[in-house]
C-alpha cells in the first residue's frame, strides 16, 4: 500500500468521525476484517478518539467523576493504540520476512508501524489545524499563526511520508532490517505496578 494511499485512508477515517463528532459513536469501517486496510482504519480511529477524550478533560470545570472516568478510557486507548501499532510492525515482520539482507544491514531508530502512528497523528493536526485556519471570529494576528503552522504541517505531511517510503524501500530492499522490541508498559500491569500489586 503507498504511502499517499494509507494518509488518504486516515483523512477518510477522521472526515467519517466528524459525522457525529462524538466519542461514544461506532466507527464505521468500510475494510474487510483482518486486511491491512482494516487495521489502519482502526488505529486512526483510535487516535481519533483518543485526541477528543484529551479535549473533554482539558476544562478546568469538568467533574472530577467525569474526569477520572475520560482519565482510565485514556489509559485504556494507550494501550489500545500500542497494540494495534504492534500489528501494523507484524504485517511489516511477514511481508519482509523473506528479504534477503546486506551484510551492512542496519536497524532504524523506528519501525514502520510508529511512523506511521506519527502519520496518522499528523492527519489529526492537519486537520484540526484547518479548521482553526477557517475560522473567521480570530483575530489577525491569531489566524497569521494559525496559517503558518498549518503550512509547517503540511510540510512536515510532505517529508514524513518520504522518509517511511524510503524505509519501505530499503527494508524491501534489504539495506535496512526490522527489529521489533514489544512495548514494555508497566502503568496498567497490575503485576508491574506497585501502586496495583501493592494494594493486594
Same mark, same amino acid.
Do not use: C
Given at each position: 500500500?503507498?504511502?499517499?494511499?494509507?494518509?488518504?485512508?486516515? *483523512? %477518510?477515517?477522521?472526515?467519517? &468521525?466528524?459525522?457525529?463528532?462524538?466519542?461514544?459513536?461506532?466507527t464505521h469501517n468500510p475494510y474487510v476484517e483482518g486486511?491491512?486496510?482494516?487495521?489502519?482504519?482502526?488505529?486512526s480511529y483510535i487516535d481519533t478518539v483518543q485526541?477528543?477524550?484529551?479535549d473533554l478533560i482539558r476544562p478546568e470545570d469538568v467533574d472530577p467523576i467525569e474526569a477520572l472516568r475520560l482519565k482510565r478510557w485514556?489509559?485504556?486507548?494507550?494501550?489500545?493504540?500500542?497494540?494495534?501499532? *504492534? %500489528?501494523?510492525?507484524?504485517? &511489516?515482520?511477514?511481508e519482509f520476512a523473506g528479504v534477503a539482507l546486506a551484510a551492512d544491514a542496519k536497524i532504524n531508530t523506528e519501525t514502520p508501524a510508529w511512523a506511521i502512528?506519527?502519520?496518522?497523528?499528523?492527519?489529526?493536526?492537519i486537520y484540526h489545524f484547518g479548521i482553526e485556519v477557517r475560522r473567521t471570529d480570530v483575530s489577525a494576528e491569531q489566524h497569521a499563526r494559525c496559517e503558518a503552522k498549518y503550512k509547517t504541517l503540511l510540510e512536515q505531511k510532505?517529508?514524513?511520508?518520504?522518509?517511511?517510503?524510503?524505509?519501505?524501500?530499503?527494508?524491501?530492499?534489504?539495506?535496512?532490517?526490522?527489529?521489533?522490541?514489544?512495548?514494555?508498559?508497566?502503568?496498567?500491569?497490575?503485576?508491574?505496578?506497585?501502586?496495583?500489586?501493592?494494594?493486594?
Open positions: 500500500m503507498e504511502i499517499k494511499e494509507m494518509f488518504a485512508l486516515f *483523512e %477518510r477515517q477522521i472526515e467519517d &468521525y466528524h459525522k457525529t463528532d462524538s466519542v461514544d459513536a461506532p486486511t491491512f486496510e482494516h487495521l489502519l482504519w482502526e488505529k485526541w477528543h477524550l484529551e485514556i489509559d485504556r486507548s494507550n494501550q489500545q493504540r500500542t497494540d494495534t501499532v *504492534e %500489528r501494523i510492525d507484524d504485517h &511489516y515482520m511477514q502512528d506519527r502519520l496518522s497523528i499528523l492527519a489529526l493536526k510532505s517529508d514524513l511520508m518520504e522518509a517511511i517510503e524510503d524505509l519501505l524501500k530499503e527494508l524491501s530492499a534489504g539495506t535496512k532490517r526490522m527489529k521489533l522490541y514489544r512495548q514494555m508498559k508497566m502503568y496498567n500491569d497490575p503485576s508491574l505496578n506497585p501502586m496495583l500489586y501493592n494494594k493486594k
